[in-house]
């Protein structure tokens, strides 16, 4: 899969932590995103770390406006060590984008914030599943990577739960952090091969336990 990406915010970070953020203009983001759009054949989008609530506005309008299709939705709120990636109301404007989106990917905390609810054990995700399925996503994939024990992944379609179990890579988050990034990164790229959200999702969580197997 040839990865376009329209850059919208400046990091300060290393392996393991964030230190500074600054976001671009929604006006120079927009324009990023609509050349790249204008120059290829865009099949999935994947949206991460947005940087500002200015600019998740400025993202909500032009999914709006372009009709783009397999949405992937990493509601990324804070670092993993805690360091906050997009501003004040950042949660009400990540709801915003729900609808549109065809699959959302919150971890447990971010899981926690979207749905006012503590989400901290397999009962507690399928909940969150549920209420993030009714604000309008019609895939929900609830991460468990800082679940006690084994790291499984909950997979709600509307229908049924779908349980993705992983194997924790001792040692690994020592040296990485992003593996929710790098994990909606992949289901973007499975869907945008064709593939079904089932297949997409395993495939990425398979993607990233090996990455994390070489990184220890």
């Known amino acids: 899969v040839n990865a376009l990406s329209a850059i919208t915010a400046v990091t300060a970070q290393n392996g393991e932590k964030v230190f500074a953020v600054e976001p671009v203009s929604p006006r120079l983001l927009t324009r990023q995103v609509t050349v790249l759009l204008d120059a290829c054949d865009i099949r999935s989008v994947k949206i991460g770390m947005l940087g500002s609530v200015a600019n998740a506005t400025a993202v909500e309008r032009l999914i709006k406006k372009t009709a783009l299709e397999n949405v992937v939705l990493d509601t990324v709120l804070s670092s993993s060590g805690g360091h906050p990636l997009i501003g004040k109301n950042g949660v009400e404007a990540i709801i915003r984008l729900i609808p549109l989106c065809r699959i959302v990917t919150p ?89 079904g959200i089932k297949r997409a999702v395993e495939d990425a969580k398979a993607f990233v336990e090996e990455s994390l197997k070489g990184r220890r």
């Open 107 to 195: 971890n447990l905390a971010e899981a926690s914030r979207l749905t006012g609810m503590k989400v901290d054990d397999e009962g507690s995700m399928e909940r969150a599943a549920l209420l993030l399925h009714s604000m309008g996503a019609p895939f929900v994939l609830v991460k468990g990577g800082h679940l006690k024990g084994a790291p499984t992944d909950l997979l709600y379609d509307g229908r049924v739960f779908l349980r993705f179990a992983g194997t924790r890579v001792n040692g690994g988050e020592k040296r990485t952090h992003g593996t929710g990034c790098m994990l909606s990164a992949g289901i973007a790229a499975g869907l945008a091969k064709g593939r």
